[in-house]
């Protein structure tokens, strides 16, 4: 593998953009740092701007001979899917809601029918134009003239008379709130610019509460705006001073609080008041401790009202308590109702009129059950766990779609690397799943032909790393190309998923795994300890064991393994890049975050004070500093080692991981002569582009890429074979 840049050899490619050097000086803990390309940070010079374009340019250039493969993996992704489709409508006071889809319509339509029969709990099966519906928001109309479009905040009053709705037009994650009359269709007067998504109404609709955001992009402020009255006399009623903090509101199921949540990576306060009186002081429950994580339900046992707190307070794996709601800190009054340990993380709980549910994780997978609630005051308050069990060996499940406060089913979504998106209603009665829609994969698909496997990997120190691997069945070996991909930040567990796009690669004879490496929740709270701070090293190395393990195996070799991981797994990347550049024939980065240390120095920069309980603090412990600086992708680029190709994709107006991450990785890897190519999205943020089309078009143009990288670019498809 040369470590000279192919591209830039090719005459037909012209010669790679080449940033110019100009060194910018920082020094902390009497390390004094020399950097490059830091001016490429003004976003607003000409000269970036035009560097940028200048890189896509020649980003378009190298990979002109994938064109077709492009338009061939978007036509694929459309014929495969339902274009003009339905969500399962989801029953909510008086309506059903439910959206819709259009075939060549980029956004989706949000609408209602009222509930026919208050008895039926069967979603109706609604024809396309129904005589009944009424349409809430099209999203279509309203991102009509932009070039990015995003729905922020969606909700309806509890009477069902008023739509409170944001949208981001730039990318920038900055909302408008508004605030339709169902009625009439028309949008009042009320309107709020530069608002975060999140805003609730009290239940009497006569109050919105809405977050906004700081000049960090932290959001920080819950306001509180009477409708009927201009923006600037909003109040605010909760302004959060640590910039460690972010805050959010909501409403409970049963309508009787609303919930102020305020919490860091690693602390956790909330604050509740009576709904019914919208114009009051919040309450603390709990006062936050450091280090200790909790999150408030409220539930009617056997009549009484009672508070359930999910904690981590001597239980790193959480426990769930319920305590007084008029006494939350009085602990004679708790009980436990999930007991920690027994190899569960907890992850949430959702009181209704008759029942709880609990979602949490075993053996590395998500995990639903069920907890019968007491209705009189001499029955058992709270009946045993019940599991919902499924038999595929990995899978996704979680609650969803479930609003109403009495009801008799519970709606669950379920999928796996090989089952598409399935909504089911498990029935309480007598515990049986209903399945309600899957996912349609148009042109026949069938999952016997694919297969999932659960394999493991040991790291040095002994800690056994799971991998979750699907492939197509059939082939004369097992080696096989493989796309590995990684994230292992933030406790985010990346479970297996069905995807439409991905068919195109595993139909061309590739396979694709996951790394649940450390940093991730995966397997509980120990594994997300073990990969952050002072400890994440061990997402890269773990990362380059489950590489190693894939190819002593014999499913794949370097020369045919892309690594693949987006924002903090983009920082995986780079550090496996600089680590174990042999392992890899190619690496997508997805708005990475390679300048992981400059940019946790800055606390000036979005959200960087909060990250400092993920990351640690380098500004002001040389402990960190040291740490940080030894792993820094950015930091470490090398000479020594031929890298392999390298694509990195971000987004101009993104507020999470700054454009100029990858832009200044991009030239850094440019003077080593590492083989990398950057395309920027000039209007899109943190998530990419909007609008599902022109996201088809990306995953297209990623996925070529990466076939290009496995040998499978000029592979065909396998075609749909019917097992008996």
Known sequence: MSPVNPASADPRFGEAPEAPRRPVERTHHGHTVSDDFEWLREKDNPEVLAYLEAENGFTEAATAHLAELRESLFDEIKARTLESDLSVPVRHNGYWYYSRTIEGKQYGIHCRIPIRDADDWTPPDIARGSIDEQVLLDDNVEADGTDFYSLGSFDVSVDGTLLAYSVDTAGDERYTLRVRDLRTGRDLADEIANTSPGATFAPDASVL?????????????????????????DVAVYTEPDERFWVGIGLTRSERYLVLDIGSKITSEVRLLDAAHPLGEFEVVWPRRNGVEYEVEHAVVAGEDRLLIVHNDGAPDFTVVDASAAEPRERSSWRTVVAPGSGRRIEQVDAFSTHLTVEYRRDGLTRVGIIRLGQKSDDEPYGPLEEVEFEEPLFQVGTGGNPEWSQPTVRLGYTSFVTPSSVYDLSLIDSSLTLLKRQPVQGGYDPQQYEQLRLWATAADGTRIPISLVRRLGGASEERPTVLYGYGSYEASIDPAFSIARLSLLDRGAAFA???????????????????????RNTFTDFIVVADELIERGLTTPSVLVAQGGSAGGLLMGAVANMAPDRFAGILAQVPFVDALTSILDPELPLTVIEWDEWGDPLHDVEVYEYMSGYSPYENVRDDIAYPPILAVTSLNDTRVLYVEPAKWTARLRTVGAPVLLLTEMTAGHGGVSGRYERWREIAQEYAWMLDRLGLADTPPATLEVTS
């Open 209 to 233: 509460f809405y977050p906004t955001v700081d000049d960090a992009w932290r959001p920080d402020t819950i306001w509180r705006h009477v409708l009927g009255t201009p923006g600037s006399a």
């Open 514 to 536: 996951i790394a649940h490496v450390r940093g991730g929740g995966e397997l509980g709270r120990q594994w997300y300890e073990q990969g952050k701070t002072l400890t994440k």
